[in-house]
């Protein structure tokens, strides 16, 4: 059986089983817990509690007891209220979902309640409304990032640092840590904000920044949905440009890859976006880039041979208005010609900011067209010091992939100096780190396309990782235990616990990351 599943019906006959009282609760739990509070939005159930049982990740399914549609911030800070003061003997959970994207279940409440942000980010005015002042703009949590830019972009504005995939809700990454090829520069989605509103797992509306309570505010930041649901952000900006040169180029080498992309991450004049891929068995790969991108030498490109080997493709734009378009070709070919990429694979295409910002729900459209969007995703997430990404690559892609892989991987370095270590996001210990993402879909039940053979890899890559003192962290972690968590957390983990402690100390708030229990919390809290 698939570790999800065993992980799923093991929660089930945990919640059912565990402690004297617990039981799954149903509508009627609900209804007679929470019917009296008085919303401006509504609970939902049937249909809704279906769809909240589902996510991206498309391997765990758990039925929430209710879906709440918040009219407004006070109808959440009502029901988690209500849930708080129903003290520890109520098997009642309440979980945020953003846009349901996360991979194993992290946005689902078992018998809980699923509070569905977007509907807050929808219900418009008031404390929901997006408004843009002062060079930041203050967000619903539900919102989406691709509505955000657009509002932002009819000031001329835009947030600074993104995620490569728009359709993710302001809550929901920054629950996590939101990562893209501009967090070189302005670090993560996490550094880049400068207020939250949040619901605490005691029901109190606080409002934090670095100054102003800034435990909750940091605790926040990548904390996995534990301290407080996010209803409110206020998100730095800066001036958008209208245009993006967009470009590709290959390497044979992994060392020279790299050190052009950390030589690129360090630079004082650098590109503005900066990313890359690793290209395991294609064929014909810059015949498939001609669809969007243009070869800079046709004659070169077209003789170029992908064939069989192991290629990787730094991916990287220049921002410009279209009276700087001379200048932005001096920047980017001075850039361009400190590096060594095989010189007959450089491609560029010039695109809209916003074109490039939403470029992965093009692919989305395409695959939901050929019916590839909807399959499980038993995706891989690792952030890898720079002082062992060699021997990782060595082994994972000399060996464990070499034959087969079933999705896109992501390979980029970026600054540690960037990211802020009061957050609740677990990073490796070096200057330098990599996110590495294999991007897995499996649209078949069996073989080379299934879950079970894309999981056999992963565990292979995570083994190695672990008996190789390879230093790796997981981001967006699946992990099923508290032992998982504390070692995950390791020296950070007193914090963490502490911050649970006091924001959520019925561990009432994302049962779906699996790391505090609502039943196992010491008595005496
Ligand atoms: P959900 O999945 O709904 O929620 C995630 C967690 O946060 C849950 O535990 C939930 O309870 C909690 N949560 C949700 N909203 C709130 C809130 N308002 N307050 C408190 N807690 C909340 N990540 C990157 O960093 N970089 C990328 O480039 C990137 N690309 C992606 C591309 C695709 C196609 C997909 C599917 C995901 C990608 N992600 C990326 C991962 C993304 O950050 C996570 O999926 C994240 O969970 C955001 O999704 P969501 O808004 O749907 O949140």
């Not at 952030?383 to 062992?388: C, F, N």
């Not at 390879?470 to 967006?476: A, P, R, S």
Request: net charge neutral.
């Amino acid at each position: 059986m698939k570790p999800s599943i065993v992980y799923c019906l093991k929660l089930l006959l945990l919640l059912a089983l565990g402690g004297v009282t617990m039981h799954v609760p149903d509508e009627d739990t609900v209804v007679a817990s929470l019917g009296s509070l008085r919303l401006d939005g509504h609970f939902g159930f049937g249909h809704d509690a279906h769809a909240a049982a589902r996510d991206f990740g498309n391997r765990c399914s758990l039925l929430p007891a209710a879906v709440l549609h918040p009219g407004s911030v006070s109808d959440i800070a009502a029901t988690v209220r209500r849930v708080f003061l129903l003290g520890r003997h109520s098997p009642l959970t309440v979980a945020a979902r953003g846009h349901g994207h996360s991979l194993l279940g992290q946005s689902q409440a078992a018998g809980g309640i699923v509070v569905k942000m977007e509907s807050l980010a929808a219900a418009g005015g008031g404390d929901t409304a997006m408004r843009v002042h002062g060079g930041h703009v203050d967000v619903p949590g539900g919102e989406l990032w691709i509505n955000v830019l657009r509002e932002t972009l009819k000031h001329g504005l835009a947030p600074r640092s993104w995620t490569d995939y728009l359709h993710l809700t302001v809550g929901g990454t920054l629950s996590n840590a939101g990562v893209s090829g501009q967090a070189f520069r302005h670090g993560p989605q996490v550094s880049n904000v400068n207020q939250l509103e949040i619901v605490t797992g005691r029901g109190d509306l606080v409002t934090c920044s670095p100054e102003e309570n800034s435990d909750l505010f940091y605790a926040a930041l990548g904390g996995l949905g534990q301290f407080g649901i996010i209803t409110r952000a206020r998100i730095a900006l800066e001036p958008a440009p209208k245009m993006v040169r967009w470009i590709r180029v290959l390497y044979s080498d992994f060392e020279t890859f790299t050190e052009d992309q950390e030589m690129l991450i360090t630079a004082e004049k650098s590109f503005d976006y900066i990313e890359g891929f690793v290209i395991i068995n294609r064929t014909g790969i810059l015949n498939n880039w001609r669809t969007s991108f243009k070869p800079q030498d046709p004659v070169q490109a077209s003789q170029f041979q992908s064939d069989g080997r192991v290629l990787y493709c730094l991916e990287l734009t220049k921002n410009f208005n279209h009276d700087e378009a001379d200048i932005m070709e001096q920047e980017v070919g001075a850039l361009l010609s400190r590096l060594r990429y095989i010189s007959s694979t450089l491609f560029y295409t010039d695109v809209t900011y916003l074109e490039f910002l939403d470029r992965v729900h093009t692919s989305e459209l395409k695959l939901r067209a050929q019916g590839l969007w909807d399959v499980p995703h038993p995706w891989l997430n690792l952030l890898i010091p720079r002082s062992t990404i060699h021997k990782f690559a060595k082994e994972v892609f000399g060996k464990i992939l070499k034959d087969s892989n079933n999705g896109p991987i992501l390979l980029y370095p970026v600054n540690r100096t960037k990211w802020d270590n009061r957050t609740s996001v677990v990073i490796p210990d070096e200057e330098i780190f990599y996110l590495v993402g294999f991007l897995s879909s499996a649209p078949s039940s069996s073989g080379h396309g299934s879950v079970e053979h894309a999981m056999n890899l992963n565990n292979q890559i995570v083994d190695f990782c672990e008996k190789n003192g390879v230093g790796m962290k997981q981001y967006l972690a699946p992990y099923t235990t508290q032992q998982q968590w504390k070692a995950h957390f390791g020296a950070r983990w007193e914090t963490f616990e502490r911050r649970k402690h006091t924001y959520d100390p019925l561990a009432i708030l994302a049962p779906g990351q699996r790391i505090f229990p609502k039943a196992s919390l010491p008595m005496s809290l």
